[in-house]
């Protein structure tokens, strides 16, 4: 039997999931409503180091990211923080694309999905 591990859950979804070593998180948004995107992005990224830790693993494990933009202007600012953040050695697979996101002030969300240590 396998054990599906949820964490910061409440009735809509979960943060992360963990499951056979596989790590799924939600969407992670930006706290800084009125901050660049570059700045939105930063603080994405943090969060998702965080839920990575939490869930027994680190960006170098990722498998892929979906990053939603509500702009595409903004992508070369967001990939000055992507690419100052992504272990170059060890980059996943990645999708962008322009997206309408749950609050207009967000400007970048992004989903990752990882493999633990």
């Known amino acids: 039997m396998s054990t599906i591990q949820r964490l910061g859950s409440n009735q809509r979804l979960s943060e992360a ?10 969407g992670m948004v930006p706290e ?16 998702i180091d965080q839920w990575l830790e939490q869930c027994g693993s680190d960006k170098s494990h990722l498998l892929e990211a979906t990053i939603f933009l509500t702009d595409m202007a903004d992508y070369d600012e967001m990939n ?16 962008c694309v322009q997206a309408l996101i749950a609050k207009p002030e967000w400007k970048v969300e992004i989903k990752v999905s990882a493999l633990q240590k």
């Open 17 to 26: 999931v963990v499951a056979k070593g596989f790590i799924f998180l939600s």
């Open 32 to 47: 800084s409503l009125d901050a660049s995107v570059k700045t939105q992005t930063e603080e994405v990224l943090a969060q």
């Open 80 to 95: 000055a923080a992507w690419d100052a953040w992504v272990d170059s050695n060890n980059a996943p697979a990645r999708a």
